[in-house]
């Protein structure tokens, strides 16, 4: 079975600084990961994914990820965070193509909060 | 070119109803899949529909099924309705299958149930 943590609740930054939003996965085989963020009210829009190549994965709005193999792990960053970055951040997991593997496993969400 | 969209946006039911959600996916999309989003949590998979037939299922029960129609949109029932239906019910669809960005799942707004 396939899982994902995201081990803080919510994340504090002030504009401006670097932010950092935390994933750690678990899938047999090789992982397609994604982020999504939500913001209140909202539904679900896609940031970024990995599948294949560069470690580093760019994305909309700034944001990018960087994929961890040995760490299990796909943290999510931006250099410097805007006010409006402030959403609930989602970090899934799909495991490796074949039959009945498109579900995407969801960790249960961060919260980030940009501090004027 | 429109997103994904589901109707209604919100629902009040009693328990014991039933209630049947739509969801019509982006265009050229084939696959459609429904995800329960309860309060303070990430979204959890419920089923996946392709060409017309159920390809995957998650962890809910019989009351939850669903259809999908030759244009692709879907509608998702859930009979017996209980308080623990009560949450976002998320539409995502994704690109048919030949296409180079297949593994991205687009989602829709939601449909917030609420069962009194």
């Known amino acids: 079975a396939q899982s994902v943590a995201q081990p803080e609740d919510q994340v504090n930054v002030a504009e401006g600084n670097p932010l950092t939003v935390k994933c750690t996965y678990s899938?047999?085989?090789?992982?397609?990961l994604f982020w999504y963020v939500q913001y209140p009210n909202r539904g679900l829009q896609f940031l970024l994914k990995?599948?294949?190549?560069?470690?580093l994965v760019k994305g909309s709005y700034g944001f990018e990820a960087e994929f961890n193999k040995s760490q299990t792990s796909f943290h999510l960053k931006k250099p410097s965070a805007l006010v409006s970055d402030s959403a609930l951040y989602f970090c899934?997991?799909?495991?490796?193509?074949?039959?009945?593997?498109?579900?995407?496993?969801f960790g249960k969400g961060t919260k980030l909060s940009v501090i004027p | 070119d429109a997103g994904v969209t589901q109707s209604p946006t919100h629902l009040i039911k009693t328990r014991g109803q039933q209630v049947t959600l739509r969801c019509s996916p982006k265009?050229?999309?084939?696959?459609v899949s429904w995800y329960q989003q309860a309060l303070g949590q990430g979204p959890q998979f419920i089923f996946q529909?392709?060409?017309?037939?159920?390809?995957q299922r998650g962890n809910f029960p019989d009351r939850f099924s669903g259809h999908q129609f030759p244009n692709y949109s879907s509608e998702l029932n859930v009979n017996a309705l209980l308080l623990g239906d009560s949450a976002l019910y998320l539409c995502?669809?994704?690109?048919?299958?030949?296409?180079?960005?297949?593994?991205?799942?687009?989602f829709g707004p939601g449909t917030r149930l609420l069962v009194l």
């Open positions: 995502a669809s994704r690109p048919r299958r030949d296409s180079a960005y297949q593994e991205t799942q687009y």
């Open positions: 899938v047999s085989g090789n992982p397609y």
């Open positions: 990995y599948i294949t190549g560069d470690n």
């Open positions: 899934a997991v799909r495991g490796p193509s074949g039959a009945g593997s498109y579900q995407l496993t």
């Open positions: 265009s050229g999309h084939d696959t």
């Open positions: 529909y392709y060409e017309e037939e159920e390809r």
